[in-house]
């Protein structure tokens, strides 16, 4: 999850001592772009606007040096990863992008090692997955949309976590697979299989429990009853309905 420092922090704060109900929050703070990248309608706050809103949305840099300064402040502030772009046509219709440079890449690839966090690229064209893989980011975040035809690009835009699932089964993947994918394939990525990911003595106890069987027909996902984190029911849809 991306935000301005403070303000994720914050929430994470406030999540884990329990004052609201909310998810495990894996933050790459703000997100590390070029001077006119995406997201383009993001813009750089000044010193007052930055203070009243927790930070920078996004940052904008154009210089290796800058990228490792960034970068180290992002993970000082709390960031589990950092997050970058590869975008080279405008999705607001400006036209050709600029992007931040190779050496700025590689500079951030270093940070993220040095500071032992994960290295990640928010990518819609083919060209930005072909980037992320030249230089070693650890996940390349959406898809390629230049792969897909107008009905797949809307799914995609609307799409939430049951959708996400169901299309892995229609890509392929058995329904025990992709409910994989969902849970211990991702705690992995993000270096917390030792915590989260499956129902494991020594791990959190969080789940959820859903109406049907998930590993014989996937769209069981949607039936949510309950949700439990760390042994505690956060949500019953019965109590949800009552009031």
């Known amino acids: 999850m991306g ?7 914050k929430w994470r704060r406030n999540i884990d001592g329990r004052k609201v109900v909310g998810p495990r ?9 070029s001077r006119d990248g995406v997201p383009e309608m993001a813009p750089t706050l ?6 009243m809103a927790g930070g920078q949305f996004v940052e904008r840099l154009s210089d290796p040096k800058k990228a490792r300064q960034v970068g180290n402040r992002l993970v000082d502030q709390g960031a589990n990863w950092l997050k970058t772009q590869y975008s ?9 992008l600029s992007n931040l440079s190779d050496e700025c890449f590689k500079a951030l690839r270093e ?18 997955f072909k980037k992320g893989t030249q230089i070693g ?8 949309t230049g792969l897909l035809n107008q009905k797949d ?6 799409k939430n976590m049951a959708n996400e699932l169901e299309h892995l089964t229609k890509a392929g993947f058995s329904d025990i697979e992709t409910l994989k994918a969902a849970t211990s394939v991702n705690a992995d990525i993000i270096g917390m299989s030792d915590r989260v990911g499956s129902i494991e003595r020594g791990k959190h106890a969080d789940f959820t429990i859903v109406k049907g069987d998930p590993i014989t027909e996937i769209s069981a996902v949607r039936n949510i009853q309950y949700v439990v984190i760390d042994g505690v029911t956060v949500f019953d849809k019965h109590k949800s309905t009552e009031s």
Request: with cysteine.
């Open 88 to 96: 080279e046509e405008s999705f607001l219709f400006h036209g050709k």
């Open 46 to 51: 000044n010193f007052f606007e930055a203070f």
């Open 25 to 33: 929050v894996i933050t790459a703070t703000s997100f590390i772009t």
């Open 3 to 9: 935000a301005f420092p403070k303000k994720i922090n």
């Open 153 to 158: 690009i809307d799914s995609f835009i609307e």
């Open 111 to 128: 940070t993220a090692d040095t500071r032992e966090v994960g290295l990640t690229m928010h990518h819609t064209e083919i060209e930005g």
């Open 137 to 144: 980011v650890d996940t390349l975040e959406h898809c390629a």
